[in-house]
């Protein structure tokens, strides 16, 4: 079972909702992920935070805001979404290595997602 | 600039049989992760297996197997004795020092598994 935990399953939103995507894990992570993924593609990143701090925005737009209130949770505040914003979303999680030798070693170990669909 | 090619976007394979699913990528870094995850229709991305490029053997876990050969920049993944469970979308990534904290994915592989 993972143990990086993604509420709710599926989410059903109309453009002008506001909704939010929940993450927790408990692994003592301390980088925590946002993806996007359509259908029969791999995944996009989002954001990253480290330390609970943001550290990657990869020009995702305004509508999608991410937030860190601890180094468990990871949220993903929806507002204005377009149906081209309808994905899977994972959330995932990675220890973060001070020596280089691990660094690219550190696995990132992914939820189950968050099924959206913008109406 | 790094790169996964993932070349086979369908497999299918009987059960019971081996099945291989090929990985190249492309880097100039001496220092990289190759990882491999398989993600069923349910959704889930689940890790696999990792390979350091500068592990010297070949990494294995349960029945899946890793065929590392860093000269030809290949990172392929064999599946042993496929369980109709196997059937799903596999995708290989890269992890070296300038990606930051971000993983390159390839473009994946379908895999299904024929009683």
């Known amino acids: 079972d993972t143990e990086v935990t993604q509420t709710p399953k599926h989410l059903v939103m109309g453009m002008t909702n506001k909704k939010s995507l929940k993450c927790e894990q408990h692994m003592g992570h301390r980088a925590m992920y946002w993806y996007k993924q359509k259908a029969k593609k791999p995944p996009e990143l989002m954001f990253v935070?480290?330390?609970?701090?943001?550290?990657i925005n990869e020009s995702v737009p305004s509508r999608f805001s991410p937030e860190c209130p601890n180094s468990s949770l990871l949220n993903l505040h929806l507002h204005a979404l377009q149906p081209e914003d309808s994905a899977l979303y994972l959330c995932?999680?990675?220890?973060?290595?001070?020596?280089?030798?691990?660094?690219?070693?550190?696995?990132?170990?992914f939820g189950e997602g968050s099924w959206l669909t913008v109406v | 600039a790094q790169k996964i090619t993932q070349t086979q976007p369908g497999m299918f394979v009987q059960e019971k049989e081996a099945v291989t699913l090929d990985c190249t990528y492309d880097t100039s870094d001496p220092s990289y992760g190759l990882f491999w995850y398989k993600q069923p229709s349910s959704g889930e991305m689940i890790f696999l297996i990792y390979?350091?490029?500068?592990?010297?053997q070949n990494a294995t876990e349960g029945r899946y197997s890793l065929n590392f050969q860093k000269a030809r920049k290949s990172a392929n993944l064999v599946i042993s004795a496929s369980q109709l469970g196997d059937s799903a979308m596999y995708f290989c990534a890269m992890r070296g020092p300038n990606t930051g904290n971000q993983f390159y994915f390839g473009t994946g592989t379908s895999l299904t598994v024929i009683p």
């Open positions: 935070y480290s330390y609970e701090k943001l550290s």
């Open positions: 390979q350091g490029s500068y592990d010297q």
């Open positions: 995932a999680s990675s220890q973060v290595s001070q020596a280089l030798e691990l660094y690219y070693g550190n696995t990132i170990y």
